[in-house]
């Protein structure tokens, strides 16, 4: 009994050696068939491309052609085509492929008789054309030939080039007409009788186009192309399908062997040997019986589960199982595999020790003859790597990559389904905006590593104070989010805000540096706030600028004055769309005195809004409204015109006024038709471009440089002056004051408050008045009310100067009123 075990044992690694054989030698035959097959794919297409150059030769009539060219590929085509007969087409594909062949070469004899035909034809065409010509020019030049027989041989011959031309002509109209000529020369009769000929080759070159037309060489090549894919294709599906019984055969014989393991001592090592053939794969492999008891693992899978093959065999595989997943998933998985024969897809399994790991699984059913399930085929491929990349990917999509919170998105969606979440269970949330005090002092003066460290040990303070189910996010540079969930009143987000607030107090010990910094903190809540996603990040938001108002280190609720004034300033800039067609917005004038003899040279012009609703609303609010809204083009054009409107009325008043100096926001440069209308209302008014000072601020010059140099340079060229105001005041720049088209520097008057008794002042007021001449610019003070500054600034070379020491801003009569009763200039 044992014998025969040992012979049966013998016998099925013979045939397992055996189908190793026929399958290494079944791949090698499937490699020549695929090498056969792009060689006869490569003759095909070259016949395509020599059948192709035969078409283009053949279209080439009446010219002198190349004839060894073409001999070169019916030679190539020849030896192509011979090529192909001679490969084993029969064996490789089939006998259908070779008679398509044989069809090739018949339809090729065929057109080579027409390549022949053409040859001589064209030839032939070509001497009658020549001679054609020649006697066409000697008829003409011969004397005693009558000219209305020249003229018919000129009609007769510009009609020889049409149809060179293929332009379709009556040939029985020509021969009529060529029938006509009077013989009187012998020239005459010549090109009569080659006329005709050509007319004959013509015809001719027709009948072989059209019998070239109908040889379809280039369709039937192609159709043997196809045909040779088709085979191709339907014996490479026929390989796949038996490369999967080579498998399942090879799969069979390993089961035999399996089973005999069980039933003789003897035969462990031959099955041993067999079992190595998965031992050195990368997968994990495991076979069961049809009760899913586990007969075989391999090492892979003892590396992958901590499980040893001894520990897994008789166990079920669901020792795995990491119970990640429901019941029904593993019910649905064994229906499938029921179904179908087969299931797989990525799934976390659990080790010995209980840890969890991804693998990518396969479970297949094996049946025996009467389809009976017998086994069960499983692999594990570890996917870990995989996953922790995609992981890595996602965190980095979904995390801020310095301090590893939540970013904006990731923060937007987990807010969203908290949303749903509370709504669904009618609780109640916080919104905490968190903004750090004084974190761009740290970053701009210690630099940006020490910022990025400050940022990574409050994200790390924050975490500390709040519970694991709350969501804390980094939005911004220092801008942080917190969500509470479940909160039961607006006394537990304050309660957190005080923690966080004393979290943050502490001193940070950084790179040898001790930093304190402070939180300023708004709060919105969900749904007394509102149940908007957007609306409650912008309370937030505004909550924590009314907290930084308060005096920072503090936080603050949003509540309703917050809402009405975010709803008044909506209600302003819906009223101010409105104020030009209501009439509600006008000039002010504030005179500019020459320091050295008093005497107003100029006003500057400013906008003034008074509105039933609002009152008299101040410039500084409602032109930021204007420059946010994009309103501020269109009260800019009001401004211009206006002011070119009153200095047009005081000119023709008498009074001599310089020019009017007017606001440009810096939106106004990126109208693309400020120039052009500029011009258009200074012309409406009769004035020039010289009579408008532009002032516009630091801050334009240093945003887009490029473009707004060009802009500021074409201002320049067309007569305007170019003022900067508020110099002085954080933007400036040196570069800058060479490189733009400045006439004028307007000290702010900020630094003309406190002279002359503020040393600093006056040491800045005298370098930016020294600066300004030594650059050839004039200079204007702005802000002067005493009359300790006028005297100053003129001691110390200022040339002009505004304020309410000499006059407030005026509306247009009163303006008119004071330059008519000034006395100043008279003291």
Same mark, same amino acid.
């Given at each position: 009994?044992?014998?025969?075990?040992?012979?049966?044992?013998?016998?099925?690694?013979?045939?397992?050696?055996?189908?190793?054989?026929? #399958?290494?030698?079944?791949?090698?035959?499937?490699?020549?068939?695929?090498?056969?097959? %792009?060689?006869?794919?490569?003759?095909? %297409?070259?016949?395509?491309?020599?059948?192709?150059?035969?078409?283009?030769?053949?279209?080439?009539?009446?010219?002198? @052609?190349?004839?060894? /060219?073409?001999?070169?590929?019916?030679? !190539?085509?020849?030896?192509?085509?011979?090529?192909?007969?001679?490969?084993?087409?029969?064996?490789?594909?089939?006998?259908?492929?070779?008679?398509?062949?044989?069809?090739?070469?018949?339809?090729?004899?065929?057109?080579?008789?027409?390549?022949?035909?053409?040859?001589?034809?064209?030839?032939?065409?070509?001497?009658?054309?020549?001679?054609?010509?020649?006697?066409?020019?000697?008829?003409?030049?011969?004397?005693?030939?009558?000219?209305?027989?020249?003229?018919?041989?000129?009609?007769?011959?510009?009609?020889?080039?049409?149809?060179?031309?293929?332009?379709?002509?009556?040939?029985?109209?020509?021969?009529?007409?060529?029938?006509?000529?009077?013989?009187?020369?012998?020239?005459?009769?010549?090109?009569?009788?080659?006329?005709?000929?050509?007319?004959?080759?013509?015809?001719?070159?027709?009948?072989?186009?059209?019998?070239?037309? @109908?040889?379809?060489?280039?369709?039937?090549?192609?159709?043997?192309?196809?045909?040779?894919?088709?085979?191709?294709?339907?014996?490479?599906?026929?390989?796949?399908?038996?490369? #999967?019984?080579?498998?399942?055969?090879?799969?069979?014989?390993?089961?035999?062997?399996?089973?005999?393991?069980?039933?003789?001592?003897?035969?462990?090592?031959?099955?041993?040997?067999?079992?190595?053939?998965?031992?050195?794969?990368?997968?994990?492999?495991?076979?069961?019986?049809? !009760?899913?008891?586990?007969?075989?693992?391999?090492?892979?899978?003892?590396?992958?589960?901590?499980?040893?093959?001894?520990?897994?065999?008789?166990?079920?595989?669901?020792?795995?199982?990491?119970?990640?997943?429901?019941?029904?998933?593993?019910?649905?998985?064994?229906? %499938?595999?029921?179904?179908?024969?087969?299931?797989?897809?990525?799934?976390?399994?659990?080790?010995?020790?209980?840890?969890?790991?991804?693998?990518?699984?396969?479970?297949?059913?094996?049946?025996?003859?009467?389809?009976?399930?017998?086994?069960?085929?499983?692999?594990?491929?570890?996917?870990?790597?995989?996953?922790?990349?995609? !992981?890595?990917? &996602?965190?980095?999509?979904?995390?801020?990559?310095?301090?590893?919170?939540? $970013?904006?998105?990731?923060?937007? %969606?987990?807010?969203?389904?908290?949303?749903?979440?509370?709504?669904?269970?009618?609780?109640?949330?916080?919104?905490?905006?968190?903004?750090?005090?004084?974190?761009?002092?740290?970053?701009?003066?210690?630099?940006?590593?020490?910022?990025?460290?400050?940022?990574?040990?409050?994200?790390?303070?924050?975490?500390?104070?709040?519970?694991?189910?709350?969501? +804390?996010?980094?939005?911004?540079?220092?801008?942080?989010?917190?969500?509470?969930?479940?909160?039961?009143?607006?006394?537990?987000?304050?309660?957190?805000?005080?923690?966080?607030?004393?979290?943050?107090?502490?001193?940070?010990?950084?790179?040898?540096?001790?930093?304190?910094?402070?939180?300023?903190?708004?709060?919105?809540?969900?749904?007394?706030?509102?149940?908007?996603?957007?609306?409650?990040?912008?309370?937030? *938001?505004?909550?924590?600028?009314?907290?930084?108002? /308060?005096?920072?280190?503090?936080?603050?609720?949003?509540?309703?004055?917050?809402? =009405?004034?975010?709803?008044?300033?909506?209600?302003?800039?819906?009223? +101010?769309?409105?104020?030009?067609?209501?009439? &509600?917005?006008?000039?002010?004038?504030?005179?500019?005195?020459?320091?050295?003899?008093?005497?107003?040279?100029?006003?500057?012009?400013?906008?003034?809004?008074?509105?039933?609703?609002?009152?008299?609303?101040?410039?500084?609010?409602?032109?930021?409204?204007? &420059?946010?809204?994009?309103?501020?083009?269109? #009260?800019?054009?009001?401004?211009? &015109?206006?002011?070119?409107?009153?200095? /047009?009325?005081?000119?023709?008043?008498?009074?001599?006024?310089?020019?009017?100096?007017? @606001?440009?926001?810096?939106?106004?440069?990126?109208?693309?038709?400020?120039?052009?209308?500029?011009? /258009?209302?200074?012309?409406?008014?009769?004035?020039?471009?010289?009579?408008?000072?532009?002032?516009?601020?630091?801050?334009?010059?240093?945003?887009?440089?490029?473009?707004?140099?060009?802009?500021?340079? =074409?201002?320049? $060229?067309?007569?305007?002056?170019?003022?900067?105001?508020?110099?002085?005041?954080?933007?400036?720049?040196?570069?800058?004051?060479?490189?733009?088209?400045? *006439?004028?520097?307007?000290?702010?008057?900020?630094?003309?408050? $406190?002279?002359?008794?503020?040393?600093?002042?006056?040491?800045?007021?005298?370098?930016?008045?020294?600066?300004?001449?030594?650059?050839?610019?004039?200079?204007?003070?702005?802000?002067?009310?005493?009359?300790?500054?006028?005297?100053?600034?003129?001691?110390?070379?200022?040339?002009?100067?505004?304020?309410?020491?000499?006059?407030?801003?005026? @509306?247009?009569? *009163?303006? #008119?009123?004071?330059?008519? $009763?000034?006395?100043?200039?008279?003291?």
């Amino acid at each position: 009994m044992l014998l025969k075990k040992l012979d049966f044992t013998y016998t099925i690694l013979t045939i397992l050696f055996s189908i190793s054989i026929v #399958i290494i030698f079944y791949f090698y035959k499937m490699n020549q068939k695929i090498t056969t097959y %792009e060689n006869y794919a490569l003759q095909l %297409e070259k016949l395509k491309v020599l059948d192709k150059e035969f078409d283009n030769f053949l279209l080439q009539k009446y010219t002198y @052609n190349n004839y060894d /060219s073409i001999a070169s590929f019916i030679q !190539e085509f020849d030896d192509t085509l011979n090529k192909l007969k001679t490969l084993n087409m029969h064996s490789d594909f089939s006998t259908e492929f070779e008679t398509t062949v044989e069809d090739i070469t018949q339809l090729y004899q065929k057109k080579s008789l027409q390549i022949e035909d053409y040859k001589a034809i064209n030839s032939a065409s070509i001497n009658s054309l020549s001679y054609l010509f020649d006697l066409k020019s000697n008829i003409v030049k011969t004397k005693n030939i009558r000219a209305e027989n020249k003229k018919v041989i000129e009609n007769l011959t510009f009609e020889v080039m049409q149809l060179c031309l293929d332009v379709p002509l009556n040939n029985r109209a020509l021969n009529l007409r060529i029938n006509a000529l009077q013989s009187e020369h012998k020239y005459i009769e010549f090109y009569v009788l080659h006329f005709k000929k050509f007319l004959t080759y013509n015809q001719e070159f027709h009948d072989n186009k059209q019998l070239l037309n @109908n040889i379809k060489l280039y369709a039937l090549i192609s159709s043997a192309k196809n045909k040779l894919d088709t085979i191709y294709h339907t014996q490479m599906r026929e390989n796949q399908y038996i490369t #999967i019984l080579f498998f399942i055969g090879s799969l069979l014989m390993l089961l035999i062997l399996i089973y005999t393991h069980y039933h003789s001592r003897k035969s462990s090592q031959i099955l041993h040997l067999y079992a190595s053939v998965f031992k050195d794969t990368q997968e994990g492999i495991l076979i069961t019986d049809a !009760e899913s008891s586990i007969l075989f693992a391999n090492r892979s899978l003892e590396i992958l589960t901590g499980y040893t093959t001894k520990q897994m065999i008789g166990e079920r595989p669901n020792i795995f199982q990491s119970h990640s997943y429901s019941p029904h998933y593993y019910a649905q998985m064994w229906e %499938e595999i029921k179904k179908t024969g087969k299931w797989q897809g990525r799934i976390k399994n659990k080790k010995q020790d209980g840890t969890l790991y991804p693998v990518w699984l396969t479970i297949s059913s094996i049946t025996n003859d009467e389809n009976q399930i017998v086994n069960y085929f499983a692999t594990q491929t570890d996917i870990r790597e995989i996953v922790q990349s995609q !992981e890595k990917i &996602e965190h980095i999509a979904y995390h801020d990559s310095l301090t590893g919170l939540d $970013n904006r998105i990731s923060f937007e %969606e987990k807010f969203k389904q908290s949303l749903k979440i509370s709504h669904r269970n009618q609780q109640k949330m916080a919104l905490l905006f968190i903004d750090l005090d004084r974190f761009k002092d740290i970053n701009d003066t210690l630099g940006h590593h020490i910022g990025d460290k400050l940022l990574l040990e409050v994200a790390q303070r924050l975490t500390a104070v709040l519970r694991e189910t709350d969501l +804390l996010a980094r939005i911004g540079g220092d801008e942080f989010v917190i969500v509470l969930e479940d909160i039961a009143h607006k006394s537990n987000a304050a309660q957190i805000s005080e923690k966080i607030i004393v979290a943050l107090k502490e001193p940070f010990h950084i790179d040898q540096h001790e930093l304190s910094t402070s939180a300023s903190i708004g709060i919105s809540f969900y749904p007394d706030d509102t149940d908007d996603f957007d609306d409650l990040l912008k309370f937030a *938001d505004s909550a924590m600028y009314k907290a930084k108002e /308060s005096g920072k280190d503090t936080f603050a609720f949003y509540d309703a004055k917050l809402y =009405e004034k975010i709803t008044h300033n909506l209600r302003l800039e819906h009223a +101010l769309k409105n104020a030009l067609e209501n009439n &509600e917005l006008y000039l002010n004038f504030q005179p500019q005195y020459a320091l050295k003899d008093r005497a107003i040279i100029s006003a500057e012009a400013l906008v003034r809004w008074n509105t039933q609703e609002f009152g008299m609303v101040p410039p500084d609010v409602f032109i930021p409204l204007a &420059e946010n809204s994009g309103l501020i083009i269109e #009260i800019g054009y009001f401004v211009f &015109e206006a002011s070119c409107q009153f200095l /047009s009325k005081l000119r023709a008043q008498g009074h001599s006024i310089k020019y009017i100096a007017i @606001n440009l926001s810096s939106n106004q440069f990126k109208d693309t038709k400020l120039l052009k209308t500029f011009a /258009s209302i200074l012309a409406r008014y009769d004035l020039q471009a010289s009579d408008i000072e532009i002032e516009i601020t630091e801050r334009y010059i240093m945003q887009d440089n490029d473009k707004n140099l060009l802009i500021l340079q =074409e201002l320049q $060229n067309q007569g305007y002056s170019i003022s900067i105001d508020d110099f002085g005041t954080g933007y400036s720049s040196m570069s800058y004051l060479k490189t733009f088209p400045i *006439d004028m520097i307007k000290i702010d008057k900020s630094f003309i408050d $406190n002279l002359p008794t503020d040393l600093n002042d006056v040491a800045i007021t005298k370098a930016i008045l020294a600066l300004s001449k030594s650059l050839g610019y004039d200079n204007v003070a702005e802000g002067i009310e005493t009359i300790e500054q006028e005297q100053f600034l003129a001691q110390q070379g200022c040339k002009y100067g505004q304020g309410y020491h000499f006059s407030k801003p005026l @509306n247009e009569n *009163d303006f #008119i009123n004071f330059i008519d $009763n000034d006395t100043r200039k008279l003291i």
